[in-house]
C-alpha cells in the first residue's frame, strides 16, 4: 500500500473502534427495570446508539425516539420516531424533535426508566429555548460564537443557560424518573457538563460565567436575552446515572495499533490538542520536519497520532472546517518533503459546515496547488481551505460515520 492508503487504513480503524454498537450493547446486558423503559438517542451517533439498544432490550422498550443530523439516520428503528434536524446550528426541525421527546417522556413516572444516549452534535440537534429567547437567536448567537474562535466549553457554556434542556434542565423535567445517560464523549477531558451542553448533568458553569463569555468575545445579544443567561441551571441532581462509553482516546489507541501493524514505530502524541488550527498545521509540519532530517523523536517509518479539537477564527468568506484549515496550513511547512503524509479527520465523517470529513496532505500538496495558480496564504485568509484541498485532490471524504469523539490527527512518515 502506498503511504496515503496507510493513513486512511489507519483513520478507518481508530473510526470503527469507536462505533458505539459494542459500548451500548456491553452498557445493557445486565439492564432490569419493573417499569417502562423509554429511550432518547440525541447527537451524530443517534441512530447507531438506539438500534444497540433497541437489539439488547428488545421488548424492554416501550417507545423511543431518534434526533440526530442531516443525512445520519440509517433507517427505521422498530418502536422509534426518527427526526433529523440542524448541525452546529439549531434548526425548526430541532425544535419540532425536542418537544416531541418531551412529549414522550411527560407521562414517565417513578419506577420507570429513561435511557438517554447521548452523543456529539446534541447541543444543536436537542434544543427548546428558555423563556423569552427565540430561535434566531440561538442562531444568531450560535454563529457568532463558532466564528468568534471560542472554545466549545465557552460555546456551551452560553448554550446551557440560554435552553430549557440543557446544563441539567432535562432531568429536572424528567424527575423523579431514573435516568440511565449513556455518552459518547466528544469533548476534551471528558467533561460531562459540557458533552451535548449536558441536558442530564449538573451544570458546573454559572450565568456569570456565561455573561463573561458574551463579553469577552464581544457577542451581540437583544436585551432579553440578558434575562434569560443570569438563570442559573441546576448544580446537583439525583435522579441520574452516567455513563461514559466511548471517546478519543480509545480512537486514538486503536490508530496506534493500527499503524503498528502496518509496519510504522507509533506514538500518541496527546489526546488533548486544543488550539487554533492554522497553529496546530504549522505545529505537526515541524514534528515532521525534524522525523525527516533527524529521526527524531521517532525514526522511520514512524507514525503520530493525535487527538483533540483545534478552533478556527472565521474571517473570510470561503468554506472549510477546523481538520481542512489544519491540513492545508501543515501542507505548507512539508512541502518537498517525500514520503511524508498528515491527516485530518473529523471521526463524524463531516468537518463543519461541509460535505467532508477533512484533509489529507503530502510533499507535493503545495505544487499541486501551485499549478492551478492558487495561493494558499490568501486561500488560509479567507478560510477557504475546502476548495483548495478539492483542487490539489486532498479532501477526505468520509461520509457520515455515525459516531463523534473529537477530531484524529495522523502523521506517517515512511
Same mark, same amino acid.
Given at each position: 500500500?502506498?503511504?496515503?492508503?496507510?493513513?486512511?487504513?489507519?483513520?478507518?480503524?481508530?473510526?470503527?473502534?469507536?462505533?458505539?454498537?459494542?459500548?451500548? *450493547?456491553?452498557? =445493557?446486558?445486565?439492564?432490569?427495570?419493573?417499569? *417502562?423503559?423509554?429511550?432518547?438517542?440525541?447527537?451524530?451517533?443517534?441512530? *447507531?446508539?438506539?438500534?444497540?439498544?433497541?437489539?439488547?432490550?428488545?421488548?424492554?422498550?416501550?417507545?423511543?425516539?431518534?434526533?440526530?443530523?442531516?443525512?445520519?439516520?440509517?433507517?427505521?428503528?422498530?418502536?422509534?420516531?426518527?427526526?433529523?434536524?440542524?448541525?452546529?446550528?439549531?434548526?425548526?426541525?430541532?425544535?419540532?424533535?425536542?418537544?416531541?421527546?418531551?412529549?414522550?417522556?411527560?407521562?414517565?413516572?417513578?419506577?420507570?426508566?429513561?435511557?438517554?444516549?447521548?452523543?456529539?452534535?446534541?447541543?444543536? @440537534?436537542?434544543?427548546?429555548?428558555?423563556?423569552?429567547?427565540?430561535?434566531?437567536?440561538?442562531?444568531?448567537?450560535?454563529?457568532? @460564537?463558532?466564528?468568534?474562535?471560542?472554545?466549545? =466549553?465557552?460555546?456551551?457554556?452560553? *448554550?446551557?443557560?440560554?435552553?430549557?434542556?440543557?446544563?441539567?434542565?432535562? !432531568?429536572?423535567?424528567?424527575?423523579?424518573?431514573?435516568?440511565?445517560?449513556?455518552?459518547?464523549?466528544?469533548?476534551?477531558?471528558?467533561?460531562?457538563?459540557?458533552?451535548?451542553?449536558?441536558?442530564?448533568?449538573?451544570?458546573?458553569?454559572?450565568?456569570?460565567?456565561?455573561?463573561?463569555?458574551?463579553?469577552?468575545?464581544?457577542?451581540?445579544?437583544?436585551?432579553?436575552?440578558?434575562?434569560?443567561?443570569?438563570?442559573?441551571?441546576?448544580?446537583?441532581?439525583?435522579?441520574?446515572?452516567?455513563?461514559?462509553?466511548?471517546?478519543?482516546?480509545?480512537?486514538?489507541?486503536?490508530?496506534?495499533?493500527?499503524?503498528?501493524?502496518?509496519?510504522?514505530?507509533?506514538?500518541?502524541?496527546?489526546?488533548?490538542?486544543?488550539?487554533?488550527?492554522?497553529?496546530?498545521? !504549522?505545529?505537526?509540519?515541524?514534528?515532521?520536519?525534524?522525523?525527516?532530517?533527524?529521526?527524531?523523536?521517532?525514526?522511520?517509518?514512524?507514525?503520530?497520532?493525535?487527538?483533540?479539537?483545534?478552533?478556527?477564527?472565521?474571517?473570510?468568506?470561503? =468554506?472549510?472546517?477546523?481538520?481542512?484549515?489544519?491540513?492545508?496550513?501543515?501542507?505548507?511547512?512539508?512541502?518537498?518533503?517525500?514520503?511524508?503524509?498528515? !491527516?485530518?479527520?473529523?471521526?463524524?465523517?463531516?468537518?463543519?459546515?461541509?460535505? !467532508?470529513?477533512?484533509?489529507?496532505?503530502?510533499?507535493?500538496?503545495?505544487?499541486?496547488?501551485?499549478?492551478?495558480?492558487?495561493?494558499?496564504?490568501?486561500?488560509?485568509?479567507?478560510?477557504?481551505?475546502?476548495?483548495?484541498?478539492?483542487?490539489?485532490?486532498?479532501?477526505?471524504?468520509?461520509?457520515?460515520?455515525?459516531?463523534?469523539?473529537?477530531?484524529?490527527?495522523?502523521?506517517?512518515?515512511?
Amino acid at each position: 500500500m502506498s503511504i496515503r492508503e496507510d493513513a486512511l487504513k489507519v483513520i478507518d480503524e481508530a473510526v470503527r473502534a469507536v462505533y458505539p454498537e459494542n459500548a451500548v *450493547r456491553k452498557a =445493557l446486558e445486565n439492564i432490569e427495570n419493573e417499569g *417502562r423503559i423509554q429511550v432518547v438517542a440525541v447527537g451524530k451517533a443517534a441512530w *447507531r446508539m438506539a438500534k444497540a439498544a433497541r437489539e439488547s432490550v428488545k421488548d424492554g422498550i416501550s417507545q423511543g425516539i431518534v434526533i440526530t443530523k442531516y443525512g445520519h439516520s440509517m433507517g427505521d428503528i422498530e418502536g422509534f420516531e426518527i427526526f433529523e434536524a440542524g448541525h452546529p446550528i439549531p434548526d425548526e426541525n430541532a425544535i419540532k424533535a425536542t418537544k416531541r421527546a418531551l412529549g414522550i417522556v411527560r407521562d414517565l413516572r417513578k419506577g420507570d426508566l429513561l435511557l438517554l444516549l447521548v452523543s456529539g452534535g446534541s447541543s444543536s @440537534l436537542f434544543e427548546l429555548p428558555a423563556e423569552n429567547v427565540e430561535l434566531k437567536d440561538l442562531v444568531n448567537i450560535t454563529d457568532q @460564537l463558532l466564528k468568534s474562535g471560542a472554545t466549545i =466549553l465557552e460555546i456551551n457554556a452560553v *448554550r446551557k443557560h440560554l435552553s430549557r434542556v440543557k446544563g441539567g434542565r432535562f !432531568a429536572e423535567l424528567v424527575k423523579p424518573t431514573k435516568i440511565l445517560s449513556l455518552v459518547l464523549s466528544d469533548v476534551l477531558g471528558d467533561r460531562l457538563d459540557t458533552i451535548a451542553s449536558g441536558p442530564a448533568y449538573p451544570d458546573f458553569t454559572t450565568s456569570r460565567d456565561a455573561l463573561g463569555i458574551i463579553q469577552k468575545y464581544d457577542i451581540k445579544i437583544p436585551p432579553r436575552v440578558f434575562n434569560a443567561l443570569k438563570k442559573e441551571t441546576p448544580k446537583s441532581l439525583e435522579n441520574v446515572e452516567t455513563k461514559i462509553i466511548g471517546n478519543i482516546l480509545i480512537a486514538c489507541e486503536a490508530a496506534k495499533r493500527a499503524a503498528e501493524k502496518l509496519g510504522y514505530d507509533s506514538m500518541i502524541l496527546t489526546t488533548a490538542l486544543d488550539c487554533e488550527a492554522r497553529e496546530a498545521g !504549522a505545529f505537526l509540519s515541524a514534528i515532521a520536519c525534524e522525523i525527516a532530517s533527524r529521526g527524531r523523536p521517532l525514526k522511520r517509518p514512524c507514525a503520530i497520532i493525535i487527538g483533540g479539537e483545534t478552533v478556527v477564527q472565521v474571517k473570510g468568506k470561503g =468554506l472549510g472546517g477546523r481538520n481542512q484549515e489544519l491540513a492545508l496550513s501543515a501542507a505548507r511547512g512539508i512541502e518537498r518533503v517525500d514520503s511524508v503524509v498528515i !491527516a485530518s479527520v473529523a471521526t463524524d465523517g463531516t468537518d463543519g459546515p461541509t460535505n !467532508a470529513a477533512g484533509g489529507i496532505v503530502d510533499g507535493g500538496t503545495m505544487m499541486r496547488l501551485s499549478e492551478k495558480t492558487i495561493d494558499v496564504e490568501e486561500v488560509l485568509d479567507n478560510n477557504d481551505s475546502y476548495h483548495a484541498l478539492e483542487a490539489a485532490g486532498d479532501l477526505l471524504r468520509t461520509g457520515p460515520t455515525g459516531t463523534n469523539v473529537n477530531d484524529l490527527i495522523v502523521l506517517l512518515c515512511k
